[in-house]
């Protein structure tokens, strides 16, 4: 593709550099293009609102280009194809818009619990597509050798990460729940080092001293695996392994559903790797519920 890319023709030389593309941050690798890419590429830059929810069909009519160049565009910026690239385009959107303007973004809903459930459908659907077995499979792998797993994540998002540590630990995995930040989060993370693993869940607004702790625990020879709705920035380039989900809400707030699922994706994974250890302490963990009468059956 790139043999077909007039010299100097890139991302960057198509606005992805001056103060209109600054919503992009890293989203578009400076590669070169050809012609056709450029003008897509130059459209993405010009139209943030539009290049994050259009159909693909608008986009290659504003750049006077077909489908597929569009298709090509997006794979040779380094995804897997339009839906992938406009899934990151609108987590970048999001962010730059204020909380106030998501929820007119987002407009009225006739019946807000179906267009929920409609659009988490949707957010599944591109969160499938945007992993592979592969990627999944290796993230499991680690986390079932890792000598203690900490989970961090804040806010909405300590919601699948108490998820991942509750599940995790009955079925007797070494794993601890970090939903603070401040000096428990740095106390949190400055046990770790080699042989350890840390999994960040981490979407719309990266929080500072969360990408500042995964990048010191990286450093100290932890793994760190990240669930997040960006595959470019900070957090991904650091991360061992990064597992991609779509996380728009209908509301104000983001949904943690694609986020939940690849969570009970990776805890499933874990007790295929430790099947006998998993269905023992799960046995044991049965017997203190009912040795501590904790529910009412």
Do not use: C
Request: net charge negative; aromatic share 4%; charged share 20%.
């Amino acid at each position: 593709m790139s043999s077909s890319a007039s010299p100097g023709h890139s991302a960057s030389s198509n606005g992805a550099s001056d103060p209109a593309s600054a919503w992009l941050g890293d989203a578009l690798p400076d590669v070169l293009l050809t012609k056709a890419q450029g003008r897509v590429v130059e459209v993405i830059v010009r139209n943030p609102q539009l290049s994050s929810y259009a159909d693909i069909a608008e986009i290659a009519q504003r750049a006077d280009v077909n489908n597929s160049t569009v298709v090509r565009a997006a794979q040779h910026l380094g995804y897997r194809g339009w839906p992938d690239l406009q899934r990151e385009l609108r987590a970048r959107y999001l962010v730059m818009i204020s909380t106030e303007d998501t929820l007119v973004e987002h407009g009225a809903h006739r019946s807000p619990l179906h267009d929920a459930l409609n659009h988490d459908i949707e957010n599944l659907r591109l969160t499938l597509d945007a992993n592979t077995a592969d990627e999944a499979q290796s993230a499991i792998a680690t986390l079932a050798e890792a000598r203690s797993i900490t989970v961090v994540g804040m806010g909405s998002f300590a919601g699948p990460a108490s998820v991942m540590a509750h599940l995790g630990t009955i079925m007797g995995y070494p794993i601890t729940l970090e939903p603070r930040g401040g000096v428990h989060l740095a106390s949190s993370v400055n046990r770790l080092g080699p042989g350890d693993v840390l999994v960040v869940i981490n979407m719309w607004r990266s929080m500072r001293e969360i990408i500042a702790a995964a990048e010191a625990a990286h450093q100290a020879g932890v793994k760190v695996v990240a669930i997040s709705d960006m595959r470019r920035g900070r957090l991904a380039t650091i991360a061992d392994h990064l597992l991609v989900v779509a996380s728009e809400g209908i509301s104000f707030f983001q949904s943690v559903t694609a986020a939940n699922s690849a969570v009970y994706g990776l805890l499933t994974g874990m007790e295929a790797a430790h099947p006998e250890r998993s269905r023992e302490t799960i046995r044991r963990t049965q017997q203190l519920w009912k040795d501590l009468d904790i529910f009412l059956d």
